[in-house]
């Protein structure tokens, strides 16, 4: 997505959760200093997606039920795009991520893993995470760094809010060929797996609730074959049993 299509998205969530543009792009800025020696070029992950049947793996309760598994697990051929806290119920369940879309609030050590298993990391820059910016950034050996504002230097705008809608706008942007989502619950429960650090919970469901809202402008324009294997598809996403290919 065009930055300037993907904008005025931006500013409706900006509004909404009273975030910071300034703090955002400063944010952008830090990364992009702090990844200069160890930066990937995009290319990577078009190489990875183009023409694949992707997974996009959230940390929704239904990440936890024994059918999501086994349908991960049977389509091994796909690629494997994990969002934060959803790299933690992989690595546990001995599944290696392909790419791992994190803004690192997720379990600290299972990114780490994640990334020596050979998963690309797709780090994300926002206002509030500059201090695990600092602190995890430099524990990675390459990135790819992305930023939901302005884009700098070594670090691009994909679109997307939250670590799971992201690495759907991130599949479609680099040319996926399927896109499954599973664990991508946007409902009212919150996933154990979802966000380690303690936050309000009301604010978590209202961020799903945005990212919601996304995949399904998302949907209207993707050039994707869309699914969904949750009791309740996104709007757009045509719902897949899990027991099924």
Do not use: C
Request: glycine residues 8%.
């Amino acid at each position: 997505m065009k930055f300037a299509d993907w904008f005025p998205y931006y500013q409706g969530i900006r509004a909404e959760f009273g975030y910071s543009t300034e703090k955002d792009q400063e944010a952008a800025r830090i990364l992009s200093e702090m990844i200069k020696s160890k930066a990937l070029d995009p290319k990577v992950l078009q190489k990875k997606i183009k023409g694949k049947n992707i997974i996009v793996v959230g940390a929704g309760p239904s990440l936890e039920d024994e059918k999501t598994l086994k349908f991960i697990k049977k389509n091994k051929k796909s690629v494997k795009i994990a969002a934060d806290g959803a790299v933690q119920f992989l690595i546990e369940n001995k599944i290696k991520p392909d790419i791992v879309v994190t803004d690192l609030d997720g379990d600290a050590a299972s990114l780490q893993k994640a990334e020596k298993g050979g998963a690309i990391m797709v780090v994300h820059a926002h206002g509030d995470n500059t201090a695990m910016l600092k602190k995890l950034v430099p524990k990675f050996k390459k990135l790819v760094g992305s930023t939901q504002v302005m884009p700098v230097e070594n670090v691009y705008n994909f679109g997307g809010f939250t670590d799971g809608d992201r690495g759907v706008f991130l599949a479609e942007e680099f040319g996926a060929k399927k896109i499954v989502l599973v664990g991508m619950d946007f409902g009212e429960s919150i996933g154990k797996y979802s966000k380690k650090k303690g936050k309000d919970a009301e604010l978590k469901k209202q961020k799903m609730e945005a990212g919601k809202r996304l995949l399904e402008m998302l949907a209207k324009q993707s050039r994707s074959e869309l699914a969904d294997i949750s009791k309740k598809p996104i709007r757009g996403f045509a719902p897949l049993a899990a027991n099924k290919a």
